[in-house]
């Protein structure tokens, strides 16, 4: 009775247990991303970890590496006419969607117009473009009405909007609306059966994909998968996330809080490595459209009271973590560059309270908005108010949640009707690589970015800076480009940041980039 | 009886009518823009305003209103503007884990605090009594999240004993059975517990001790009967009304007010879906979320009502 009894205590707990020993048969990677997914379609959304899901599932014509530099991935091999206008694409052997089906140059083409038809830089590139053609299924021409020498920048783009590329039948939705199917020919495959939205996120090795022989560099090189499953975990408490990374539940924190990295440090497990060596940039946005920013003197006072040195130390703090950047560009970045105008980066209330003087400042307030619930950004505007208030501006400080603030900063009305003077974000590395993909360098006035800076000059230099066949010519246009922004105070950039990752120690082979990238990665 | 169950049931409408109408309003009136979130950092007026049409908020607001009431009033909650997926999907993954806490949570609550409020009342100014007292200023005082970061550095991080964080669902196709379900749950259990262990022992304490000066109490004593059926059949039974109403009430907080305790343990219930979508101002999600835990409230207070039926045979509806 007794053994019988025992028996069945046994085989109960067996049943009770078995989907642990299921799983443990499998090598899974569990990662906390920086953010709850929402948005499944990388074309659809600008959002970084949107961004991040796309690398895992979809592949890239074209990748960027760790220097800057454009290389192919899906593309064998690729020629372009004497005059510039011709481009001619062939992509490599053994492409191959999730789906079974062959990735062809059809697949391409609508991948290309429906990003085009959204992404800021694609929407340059569109307007260049004559047509595209498919002559055989291997190889896909972009004919040109106008020379554009940052192509291969374009279609290799590594942040938001990338160009991922997805079967025809998908990418034919237009960009206005997402899409449904999530099927690309990447290294991973989306298990859809097993997506609980706010909660994980599974995507399995796709056993088909064959990398490329180059070791990997930035988003380019051989995207090689040492693990069955990645399990994106959703955890929002960072203090959560970092009791499961301790505890082993989780294999990678992707954006510890600063505060959180001198106590990962002292655990024993835990390594810290920065995926993103080129980190990320905050600003400071000027309304361009009303008093007292609509003035350019006082814009300038206002740059030049802003230091980078106490954001930095009061936002960011961990030592190590931040560096002093004057460039508009990431410093480190192919087109950084030190000449910066009258922009120094340290702030000097003397000479802005001389500057506001002569400006003739009336006293207007200056309506910065704060975000309360980002804490990456949150505590910006309050070193900000300081150093504008210590050289003679009046700051009316408004908090409020992100949501709003970005709801608010699409008002173009006068910040006393709703509207605003200043905001301050942070990009990444791979979002202001260029003119081109940095928003504000978009100086189309009403049709540009937010703060509506009309600028003719910025615009033409923009269309230079496409035209551009070489790489020092870009350089040169870029540096132009940054002088003519520091002369009309577009905006201020605050200064580079870095946020690595918290892995357990068993974690190796992380691949630095400029988005957050999992192939490569081994768990031993 | 079933008048009264009708009359209850009948009232759902009009305040699930109400609580429609005030939800789309506020949510209208409140700063925040779905489509700005949506359009992210880089985007400009011209994407926002697409996005917004897309969405279906350019419309005159009784449009909208009416788009979405006539689709409630045939079962469908709407599309999350984020997500891609139906309201009430979303709402039906969440409750689970949502319902699970909350039951477990009162199940324990209920097991510990009545028989401690009832020794309590029995024993009043003993050592018990004193305890008691402590132990509910210090439930009532200790936020969820300080307990709950206590028990996960003693329990999950240093004695290895539970998880610190997640969920495994008990149905459904990734079930993981009782074991990994009740293993997952037993920390966020004793976080939540400890409050209501505090409420619901004060108010048995309460009852119980007042029910024990009545006259039929020392009618029994006086006829021989043991202390344990007094305590137990004179002495609950009459108290159990007030009990079961903070029980009640206490059901109807937890569903909706376990926010601290899934973002503590990462358990992916309603708490966190409606945090999320208020954040986001995905509007159909709110709304959906509110409706539903209106009626759930509507719900659970009638069932409460009906229990008086059994308990109380003097009330009659």
């Known amino acids: 009775m007794k053994r019988r009894s025992l028996f069945a205590l046994a085989t109960l707990t067996a049943a009770l247990l078995s989907p642990w020993a299921v799983q443990a048969q499998t090598k899974t990677l569990k990662l906390v991303p920086h953010a709850n997914v929402t948005i499944l379609d990388p074309v659809w959304s600008t959002a970084f970890v949107t961004r991040n899901h796309g690398y895992m599932i979809y592949d890239t014509l074209f990748g960027t590496d760790l220097s800057g530099k454009v290389k192919p991935q899906m593309v064998d091999k690729w020629t372009v006419s004497k005059d510039n206008l011709t481009w001619t694409f062939k992509l490599r052997d053994g492409l191959e969607f999730h789906d079974g089906k062959p990735v062809t140059s059809e697949d391409v083409v609508a991948s290309i117009k429906r990003w085009s038809s959204r992404d800021s830089f694609g929407g340059v590139l569109a307007k260049s473009v004559d047509n595209y053609s498919a002559p055989d299924p291997k190889t896909f021409v972009i004919k040109l009405k106008q020379p554009f020498g940052v192509m291969l920048e374009a279609l290799g783009k590594p942040s938001s909007n990338v160009l991922f590329i997805m079967p025809a039948r998908i990418a034919a939705t237009p960009g206005t609306e997402q899409i449904k ?182 006293g207007t307030p200056v309506v910065l908005m704060r975000p309360t619930d980002l804490a990456s950004i949150a505590k910006l505007p309050l070193v900000a108010k300081q150093q504008l208030e210590a050289a003679g501006f009046k700051v009316d400080l408004q908090q409020m949640d992100w949501a709003t603030l970005v709801a608010r900063r699409a008002k173009k009305d006068a910040p006393a009707q709703g509207g605003w003077n200043a905001f301050m974000t942070a990009w990444t590395a791979g979002d202001i690589l260029n003119p081109l993909t940095m928003a504000m360098m978009n ?41 003519r922004a520091m002369e009309t105070a577009s905006h201020v950039p605050l200064g580079q940041y870095f946020n690595p990752a918290a892995l357990r120690k068993n974690i190796t082979g992380l691949v630095p980039a400029g988005a957050q990238v999992y192939w490569n990665i081994k768990k031993n | 009886m079933l008048r009264f169950l009708i009359q209850r049931l009948l009232s759902l409408i009009p305040v699930l009518l109400t609580v429609a109408i005030v939800v789309f309003l506020i949510l209208r009136l409140t700063p925040g823009d779905p489509a700005a979130v949506i359009a992210g950092n880089n985007a400009t007026n011209e994407d926002i305003d697409r996005i917004r049409e897309q969405l279906g908020l350019t419309q005159p607001l009784w449009t909208q209103f009416w788009i979405w009431f006539s689709g409630v009033l045939q079962g469908d909650l709407g599309y999350s503007f984020y997500l891609n997926k139906p309201v009430l999907e979303l709402i039906l993954q969440r409750i689970e884990p949502t319902l699970s806490l909350a039951a477990g949570t ?178 159909p999600v709110i709304q959906g979320v509110v409706l539903f835990f209106s009626a759930l409230y509507v719900l659970i207070n009638l069932l409460v009502d009906l229990s008086y039926l059994w308990l109380d045979p003097r009330i009659r509806y």
């Open chain 1, 181 to 362: 199917e999530h099927v690309g020919s990447g290294p991973y495959r989306f298990v859809p059966e097993e997506y609980k939205p706010g909660e994980r996120l599974v995507y399995a090795k796709n056993d088909k994909y064959k990398p490329r022989a180059e070791a990997p560099d930035g988003t380019t090189g051989g995207k090689n998968v040492h693990v069955d499953r990645v399990e994106w975990v959703i955890i929002r408490d960072p203090q959560t996330q970092f009791n499961a990374l301790v505890a082993g539940e989780v294999d990678i924190v992707e954006q510890p809080t600063f505060e959180q990295y001198s106590s990962l440090k002292a655990q024993k497990d835990v390594q810290i490595v920065d995926a993103q060596p080129a980190g990320l940039q905050f600003i400071f946005r000027f309304n361009h459209l009303h008093a007292p920013f609509n003035n350019v003197k006082i814009r300038q006072a206002a740059m030049v009271a802003l230091g980078q040195e106490a954001h930095l130390k009061t936002q960011v703090g961990a030592p190590g973590m931040f560096a002093f950047c004057k460039s508009i560009y990431p410093c480190g970045t192919p087109l950084a560059s030190d000449k910066m105008g009258i922009y120094t980066g340290m702030a000097d209330p003397k000479k802005a309270a001389q500057m506001l003087k002569e400006a003739g400042y009336d």
């Open chain 2, 106 to 283: 009162m199940l324990l609550a209920v097991l510990v605090a009545v028989p401690l409020g009832t020794l309590a009342a029995w024993r009043m100014g003993g050592w018990l009594d004193r305890i008691l007292s402590g132990f509910a200023v210090a439930g009532f005082s200790v936020p969820v999240f300080v307990i709950g970061y206590v028990l996960i550095y003693i329990f999950a991080i240093e004695l290895k004993w539970f998880p610190v964080q997640g969920y495994n669902r008990l149905l459904g196709p990734s079930a993981q059975g009782l074991g990994p379900w009740a293993w997952q749950l037993v920390l966020p259990w004793l976080s939540l517990a400890t409050i209501y262990v505090a409420l619901i022992a004060r108010v048995t304490r309460a009852s119980v001790s007042e029910a024990l000066t009545e006259d039929y109490i020392r009618t029994a004593r006086a006829k021989g009967v043991t202390e344990q059926a007094v305590l137990m059949r004179h002495a609950l039974s009459n108290a159990a009304v007030p009990i079961v109403t903070v029980i009640g009430i206490g059901v109807a907080l937890l569903i909706g007010g376990v926010v601290v305790t899934e973002t503590v343990y990462a358990i992916p219930g309603l708490g966190s879906l409606t945090v999320d979508a208020v954040l986001n101002r995905d509007f």
């Open chain 1, 443 to 483: 100086a189309a006035g009403d049709r540009g970015w937010f703060g509506w800076q009309d600028d003719k000059q910025i615009e033409e230099m923009k269309v230079k800076f496409a035209q551009a066949t070489t790489d020092a010519q870009k350089k040169a246009i870029a540096e132009q480009i940054q002088l």
